[in-house]
């Protein structure tokens, strides 16, 4: 065993910002090693993993599984055998049970063995996470000795709640606070974090360095852009957003206590890049971390199927997307025109499929039992359900996931098909306004997002982006004939489902009060298709599904 050099007055802390999978034990351990050997080469001390980095996260109730847990500590013991080299020590997170509990921790590796083990404490129950249900909460930590550093390791939710885990390890003597993390991207969460952060330093006095996991899980996306904080409350060290990388902070002891000095100061991406990366990492990590070779989607010539056609080609390659355009008599010959020119632009394959004779197949069937009826609504989910079942054929036929389409608009208020064009493995617009997949497509017309494998220029044709949209299952049909404009209605459903605002308060807002207690009954009734639809990026700060759990069967109505 190599006897590691006491830490004076400089620190070199090599931040790994990872994209885990969840239950890939071995596979997060190649990681974490390959990281570990890119530390060394820059003569780091020390690599700082993220929250539960050994099991991906979040694990949910695989931690329930003894074996999982079994398979995590024997990957963070072969991690904790490489440091016998006199190469970095590691902080890095897994799940852990003894005699006393189940416990989200994170162990301390240095000198060829787990030097230190310490747990969560406050453990967060709210929006996305759940994770009382399957954790113990830790003892309030000590500070750990690391070569002489005294570091406070609060994970995560012990820097975000009020139970004084900071503060404990600041009285206890340490110096420096090491923060995991596994924060799921939401808009304008940067800023949330940085205020977070700096408000622990004024509460301890003590720098913090927060480390934060990357890449897509299902519908939460982890983006990265880990940072550091000063005494001083200034910004010293900035990781870039949604990419993977390690980079190291350079740490000096100074009269006043450890200080990070000035180093690297990424970019961070606006309001739009910044959406529109995650739905397309969030897409790119789902079909490959699942082992699909690639997807197809239905392209109608609407914004909605054009801007995910967009996504799919940005996350994938133009190679791994196939485009469908499934035609009925409704279908306008802008739409048509629009479909082909957006799949050329993107440079997918793109086929052609009539659904007139399927269509008529089963209305010819159901003609007897539907005697004496008026066609309506039932004929016209005909043909979005016909739509549906060609792409899932398409989907057993080649592997391929289907991607689906709805924004969050529709998905509030039920105008979606059930087994229909609700069909489908993953849906990046999900949490996505009407009006926001608007800003989205007009901004990636102009712009190729860092990591996009799709091509430059408008690759949504300006006429999609112009055009009133509609689902064309009738003649002159348009989407404003039985909503309000789509300004008014996300504006009604932000304040119903994001900010839980009553009637009455958004009738203040100047709304139409007929029309918000419409609205407001449509979101309730569309609770049921919701639970069947597939999962998708979490965008908001309350997306259908994990943060918002509302019962089927509710009569209430806000009168």
Excluded at 124 to 149: C, I, L, Q, S, T
Excluded at 171 to 178: N, P, V
Excluded at 410 to 428: C, H, I, K, Q, R
Excluded at 433 to 450: D, E, F, G, H, I
Aim: charged fraction near 25%.
């Amino acid at each position: 065993m190599t006897t590691q050099k006491t830490i004076t007055d400089t620190l070199r802390i090599a931040v790994a910002q990872l994209n885990p999978t969840v239950g890939d034990v071995a596979g997060n351990l190649a990681k974490a090693r390959e990281a570990r050997a890119d530390a060394a080469r820059h003569g780091a001390d020390l690599l700082l993993l993220t929250e539960l980095f050994i099991s991906g996260y979040p694990p949910e109730d695989l931690v329930l599984k003894p074996a999982f847990l079994r398979a995590c500590r024997k990957a963070v013991d072969q991690l904790a055998s490489d440091t016998a080299d006199g190469g970095p020590g590691v902080i890095i997170g897994f799940p852990r049970q003894d005699e006393t509990g189940r416990y989200n921790s994170i162990a301390v590796l240095d000198a060829g063995t787990v030097t230190a083990i310490r747990d969560k404490v406050d453990l967060p129950n709210y929006g996305e996470f759940d994770e009382k249900r399957v954790f113990d909460p830790g003892a309030m930590p000590g500070p750990v000795n690391f070569r002489g550093v005294r570091l406070g390791i609060p994970i995560c939710e012990d820097i975000w709640g009020d139970l004084g885990v900071c503060e404990t390890l600041a009285e206890s003597g340490a110096e420096i606070l090491l923060s995991p993390n596994g924060s799921p991207y939401y808009r304008d969460k940067i800023d949330i974090r940085h205020q977070i952060v700096i408000k622990q330093v004024i509460e301890t006095g003590l720098p913090l360095l927060y480390a934060n996991q990357m890449g897509g899980q299902d519908e939460l996306v982890f983006d990265g852009a880990s940072f550091a904080v000063n005494a001083d409350r200034l910004l010293a060290f900035q990781m870039s957003q949604f990419e993977e990388a390690v980079s190291i902070s350079e740490w000096k002891r100074e009269a006043g206590g450890w200080v990070c000095q000035k180093g690297l100061m990424s970019r961070l991406p606006e309001k739009e890049e910044a959406d529109y990366r995650a739905c397309m990492i969030g897409l790119r990590d789902y079909v490959n971390k699942n082992g699909f070779k690639n997807v197809v989607l239905g392209l109608s010539g609407g914004i909605d199927s054009a801007i995910c056609a967009a996504l799919a080609v940005d996350a994938l390659g133009e190679e791994r997307l196939r485009t469908v355009m499934l035609p009925y008599r409704y279908t306008s010959k802008d739409s048509f025109k629009d479909a082909e020119d957006c799949a050329k632009a993107l440079g997918c394959h793109y086929d052609v499929v009539a659904i007139e004779e399927p269509v008529q197949g089963f209305l010819e069937a159901l003609s007897e039992t539907f005697e004496g009826t008026e066609p309506g609504i039932t004929e016209e989910n005909l043909q979005s359900r016909t739509r549906g079942v060609i792409l899932m054929a398409l989907s057993n036929k080649f592997g391929s996931m289907v991607v689906t389409t709805g924004n969050k608009s529709e998905m509030s208020v039920g105008y979606a098909t059930l087994y229909g064009d609700m069909n489908g493995g993953f849906n990046p617009i999900k949490d996505l306004y009407k009006m926001q997949v608007y800003a989205l497509s007009r901004w990636r017309n102009t712009t190729v997002p860092p990591g996009a494998l799709g091509p430059s220029g408008v690759v949504i044709p300006q006429n999609i982006i112009d055009k009133a949209p509609s689902a064309e299952l009738r003649p002159n049909q348009t989407d404003q004939d039985s909503l309000p404009p789509y300004p008014v209605l996300d504006d009604i459903l932000e304040c119903l489902v994001e900010k839980e605002m009553s009637t009455e308060e958004i009738v203040a807002r100047g709304h139409d009060e007929p029309t918000v207690h419409r609205i407001e009954h449509l979101l309730y009734i569309a609770e049921y298709k919701r639970r069947q639809s597939a999962p998708g990026v979490k965008i908001t700060r309350k997306n259908f599904g994990r943060d918002r759990r509302y019962p089927i069967t509710n009569r209430f109505r806000d009168r």
